[in-house]
């Protein structure tokens, strides 16, 4: 089998540039053939390599006390959770292939984090999903295509994670016309291990056999992490080989295989193939474990026939995974596979020489010093556009809405809407873990085996970081770790997804920059260091690129089981309280800037951002897990898109179980000012609580002591109303037509 | 008391099942392995929920020709109870010994939810616990859990009293607002002619325990162990004089 | 040889799959379209299959008579 | 008229199905059986429907031209 000639344009179509190609050379001392060149242009692609974001991750705090594996080290980073527990978490992207295929492409995305985290030596315990789509309202061609997408993805997310038994629960959804055709789809996966169970993807120990399990490789996805670091164009569909189909199944076999697998002991390193299929896992085992890895093609179980090397090597077929075992235990090795069913193979073994070396049969067809191609990708620096100020958005310049309109306008908004319609698609109940169902601000989830209790939860509001990327990236780790403080949590951690545009535009690189500076900060200031994550660029459509979204995953601890709090009101004649200020006075003048008040009613995406002051924030937090502690608050919910109006009404609808409401309230807001800006705006670091009435004494005396701002709003009603009273106006609602808005929209949206 | 748990390649409510079980007083669970062939010594079989062998082709279709099947009909034939669920009902109905099949929710998505369900009967193996008339709260999780028959077999099996546990509304009310996936007469869960096999959608094991939202599960699980101790037990107990 | 097996639904059993896509061809224009039945087509070579095997992998295997009816191609 | 439309996965795709399938068979005594894969098989009445408009739906609605291939034929 002879290679085809590298000539200029077959460099080119790798999207290998000349300068990259120089680089080449020099590593290997010669021109590389057409495999290496494949080989490097998958490694060098943006997915794999980093090469335009690894200066900018850079900037994350990674080091902590509880970080047992840091960021980047290995495929999850790991945090200790106390009694020797520990936890691997991470989040990843599969935009694209969404975009394509998205049944199939979510579905593989939650395949392949789950194989990051057993990869890690983890039980995969529990997953969660950040999505966003174009707008599913409507007529159009392009809401048809929209809701394909919505209900695709989330079909896709519930096959793959339902049939292998790992419950969702919990996630966002957001829809904007920004992502009309390059949706969003970010998969997190949390696992539990022992501390001494900790997994590492490193080639060690020369003589080693390499072993090869799982799937037989097929043509799949070639060169899928490639595609991924690309625009994607009309041409897209006809450019994919093959989409890659995901098989729940053989990964649910796997995943057992592998953990009692590295139980035996007789491992010596594992590595998922994920992006970048066997390419990858040889030459990053190798790097780690500061050794080379010799595989033969011609060993590999193989689906299809008449396969090159290229091929295999390029592969993206799913539920694989290379194990390195210590020699002399390969008689475990087949034994375990064997009872599950499993292909495998010995495909090659450990060596000394540094080298990533591919033979087929006898003929070598890839020799590259495995730690240039690993860690040796080229950096960029990008240009940078000179930062924009947001101009703060006058309140004058917006007329003022009826109130009586605008809360039931923006209940039914598929952005705030309950999610109802998706997460029932979703088994959130397997592993008897869930102890707080979707439909609260955290998820909360006892892991039975290590004896805790864990609150997860997916945030960010792209609104704000498209207006102001550094105040977004903050405000989305504020706003996590308060959903977590909500529900009686310390955060731990954080794993992140940053999801942005073609980083060659100097914009889209300024706005890159910018979030991940306001993350960085956020996360050093709420002690919640960076785990791991994933970065995806080149989210445009022809329409341009997308809001930024740099999504945050945040996982934290409860101390006690009386500690888990949900956001429903929970008894008639409990009052109601909102810790925080009912407008922030700092943009009393400006403050709808990006709210989703101002996107719905006025299609507006205008303005700054909400203020937000971290210190404030941190007391809210603390002053939280206080009142939880101490029993005195019932519930608690933070205000968010919406503002005010809409987390009392979530409150009441969900007062009830599964996510249905009877339990009214009956509130009087103080404060000067258009009822519309008071119930509407969107000001940071503020909940409301509900507060038992023999506990208001103490309950307020806690928050006199952290001297945090209070106002007593109303009482929680048996009545199935919700009445607001501001200033002389009055409004009132039945609860039965804001749960029609509320709990319907989506599902009359998709019917 | 003994139960078996069987594992099937692809099962996954397994380990929630043994959990449950070991909740309650006396209960021993284990697992057996789809490959095994005997279920000596166990007085009661569990077929979790689950994706056995992915469900590809149908849901409990491949499932039904495992290794320990033989043993399970054994076991049913000897009267001892068998209780399928989700995943294992659709098994039994697959294995024919329960009567009609599972097909598509009607809306055609998967639905993981709480639902209400009546106890048509309380004289059974599986109900015995509770009440008749009493609504339990049980989640369920499913895409294809629409139980269907064909006439002549759903005329027999509501005549004969086979149906144990119907859909219902908080107060009891049977209908089609109730329904949440288009199963013929609302039909949860039914139990064979002879009493000793039972087969439900809704998950008694994700109801056991108040921090989970139900302790509703409860009744059915108590429900063998009592039978079990009226006739089981009397039963070995005459093997052994 | 190659051999095709097609399972249907019965006629008697209800089809939410059926009816879920005859509304969509209704709505892209195909307004006559009746009595849409979606099933599955299993399509394999089995080299010297004898025909009995093959209705009995048909009959208790690829369909489940409770609710389908099947039919064997066998082409040459 | 009657139409049927056959949906298979394309050869180059990975068919988990069929892949099961195949091993279910060769337990139940069919050796022989290679290459299975499990598609849909789609029927339905359509009087005077037209060919350019059946294909549509068959390639847009009835099958997913990214990992599958149809087969429409019209009975009379
Ligand atoms: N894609 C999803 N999958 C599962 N649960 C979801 C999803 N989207 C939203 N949810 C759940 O709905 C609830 C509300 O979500 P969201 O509006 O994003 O909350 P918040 O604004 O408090 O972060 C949460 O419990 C969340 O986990
Ligand atoms: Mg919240």
Redesign the interface.
């Known amino acids: 089998m002879s290679n085809p000639e590298i000539t200029p344009e077959v460099i080119a179509k790798h999207g290998i540039t000349p300068e990259e190609f120089e680089r080449i050379q020099k590593i290997l001392g010669r021109d590389p053939n057409f495999t290496e060149l494949g080989v490097f242009s998958v490694m060098w692609s943006e997915h794999c390599s980093y090469k335009n974001s690894k200066p900018e991750l850079r900037k994350f705090p990674t080091t902590g006390e509880r970080v047992l594996v840091k960021a980047g080290e290995e495929n999850a980073g790991v945090i200790d959770i106390g009694d020797g527990w520990a936890i691997a978490f991470k989040i990843e992207s599969h935009n694209h292939p969404s975009a394509v295929e998205p049944f199939q492409g979510a579905a593989t995305g939650v395949g392949g984090i789950i194989r990051d985290i057993f990869t890690m030596g983890a039980r995969p315990v529990f997953s969660m999903n950040s999505l966003r789509f174009g707008s599913i309202e409507g007529d159009s061609d392009a809401a048809k295509t929209n809701r394909r997408l919505f209900a695709g993805v989330v079909a896709g997310i519930s096959h793959y994670g339902n049939c292998i038994g790992i419950p969702t629960i919990g996630g966002e959804v957001y829809f904007d016309d920004s992502y009309a055709g390059n949706p969003l789809v970010n998969v997190m996966c949390l696992g539990v291990l022992r501390h001494e169970q900790i997994a590492r993807g490193a080639a060690s120990g020369i003589g080693n056999p390499v072993f090869y399990v799982g799937a037989e490789t097929g043509r799949d996805g070639l060169a899928g992490a490639a595609f991924a670091s690309r625009e994607l164009t009309e041409e897209s569909k006809e450019d994919r080989p093959a989409v890659q189909v995901g098989d729940p199944f053989r990964e649910k076999l796997l995943l057992e295989a592998c953990l009692e697998l590295l139980a035996s002991g007789c491992v010596a390193g594992i590595q998922d193939m994920g992006a970048a299929g066997l390419t990858c896992s040889t030459c990053e085992t190798a790097s780690r474990g500061g050794t080379g890895v010799e595989i033969d093609v011609n060993l590999v179980p193989k689906r299809e026939v008449g396969m090159t090397p290229y091929e295999i090597l390029l592969s993206e077929s799913q539920e694989r995974m290379l194990v390195i075992v210590h020699k002399g235990q390969e008689a475990t090795v087949r034994e375990i596979f064997e009872k599950w069913d499993l292909p495998y193979a010995e495909v090659g073994t450990v060596k000394d020489d540094g080298k990533m070396r591919v033979m087929e049969g006898d003929r070598v067809a890839v020799e590259i010093p495995a730690s240039k191609l690993a860690d040796d990708a080229p950096i960029y620096n990008r240009e940078v556009a000179p930062k924009k100020v947001a101009v703060p958005l006058s309140v004058d310049s917006v007329p003022e809405g009826d109130a009586g309109e605008i809360l039931p306008a923006l209940l039914a908004d598929p952005s705030i809407a309950s999610k109802r319609w998706v997460w029932r698609q979703y088994d959130h109940m397997v592993r008897l873990g869930a102890t707080v169902l979707p439909g609260s601000d955290a998820a909360v989830f006892i892991v039975r085996e290590a004896g805790k209790i864990l609150a997860a939860t997916t945030d960010c509001n792209a609104i704000y970081c498209l207006l102001d990327p550094r105040e977004g990236g903050k405000i989305a780790v504020a706003e996590a770790a308060r959903n977590l403080a909500c529900s009686g949590a310390v955060p731990l951690a954080v794993t992140d997804n940053l999801n942005f545009g073609n980083p060659h535009k100097p914009e889209n690189f300024l706005q890159l920059r910018e979030a991940v500076e306001g993350l960085a900060e956020a996360c050093r200031f709420f002690g919640t260091p960076v785990t791991g994550g994933n970065v995806s660029l080149y989210n445009e459509s022809p329409a341009g690129a997308i809001d930024p979204t740099p999504t945050v995953g945040m996982v934290g601890i409860i101390e006690r089981p009386e500690c888990v709090m949900t956001q429903g009101f929970r008894g008639a004649g409990d009052a109601i309280y909102l810790l925080g200020e009912v407008l922030d006075g700092a943009c009393a003048s400006s403050g709808l800037g990006g709210s989703h008040y101002l996107k719905r009613v006025y299609g507006k995406k205008e303005g700054t951002p909400p203020r937000l002051d971290m210190g404030t924030e941190k007391r809210l937090h603390d002053l939280l897990r206080e009142l939880i502690g101490g029993g005195f608050v019932k519930s608690a919910h933070d205000c968010a898109e919406g503002g005010l109006a809409v987390a009392l009404a979530e409150s009441c609808l969900s007062s009830g179980k599964d996510g249905c409401g009877h339990l009214g309230a009956s509130v009087k807001i103080e404060g000067a000012g258009r009822a519309d800006v008071l119930l509407f705006n969107e000001a940071q670091s503020r909940v409301v609580v509900s507060v038992e009435s023999g506990k208001e004494k103490e309950f307020l005396a806690a928050v006199s002591r952290a001297g945090y701002p209070v106002s007593r709003l109303g009482e929680v009603a048996p009545t199935g109303r919700l009445s607001i009273s501001v200033g002389e106006k009055e409004w009132q609602w039945s609860l039965a037509d804001l749960e029609f808005a509320w709990g319907g929209a989506i599902g009359r949206l998709m019917a | 008391m003994r139960f078996a748990v069987i594992r099937f390649p692809g099962s996954n409510c397994d380990q929630d099942c043994v959990l449950a079980l070991e909740s309650f007083e006396g209960v021993e669970a284990s697992y057996v392995w789809h490959k095994d062939e005997s279920l000596e010594g166990f007085d009661a079989v569990v077929l979790p929920g689950g994706f056995s062998y992915g469900d590809y082709l149908r849901c409990g279709a491949i499932a039904r020709f495992s290794p320990i099947m033989k043993a399970v009909r054994g076991a049913a034939a000897d009267g001892k109870l068998v209780i399928g669920i989700c995943n294992g009902f659709q098994i039994l109905c697959e294995s024919r010994l329960l009567p009609g099949a599972l097909i598509r929710n009607r809306d055609l998505h998967f639905l993981c939810r709480h639902v209400f369900m009546r106890v048509e009967s309380a004289e059974s193996s599986f109900t015995g616990a509770g009440e008749k008339g009493a609504v339990w709260n049980i989640p369920i999780a499913h895409g294809e859990g629409a139980y269907c028959a064909a006439p002549e077999v759903l005329e027999e099996i509501e005549k004969r009293g086979q149906v144990l546990l119907r859909y219902c509304g908080a107060g009891g009310e049977v209908g089609e607002e109730t329904n949440p996936n288009g199963s013929v007469g609302n039909i949860a869960g039914i139990r064979n002619l002879e009493g000793n096999v039972f087969g439900l959608m809704p998950h008694p094991e994700r109801a056991c325990e108040a921090g989970l939202g139900s302790t509703d599960g409860r009744f059915i699980f108590q429900s063998m162990i009592q039978a079990f101790r009226k006739t089981g037990a009397t039963k070995t107990g005459e093997e052994a004089a | 040889m190659k051999v095709i097996v ?4 019965k006629t ?3 089809d ?2 059926g009816a ?3 509304e ?2 209704k709505h ?3 307004e ?18 004898d025909e009995a ?2 209705h ?2 048909a009959r ?3 369909s ?1 008579p ?2 389908e009816d099947y039919k064997l191609e066998i082409l040459p």
């Open positions: 097609t399972v249907l639904p008697t059993v209800l939410p799959q879920a896509t005859a969509a061809m892209l224009g195909l006559s379209v009746r009595g849409v039945r979606v099933g599955k087509s299993i399509q394999f070579e089995a080299q010297g299959a095997k093959l009995e992998i208790d295997l690829l489940n409770v609710m």
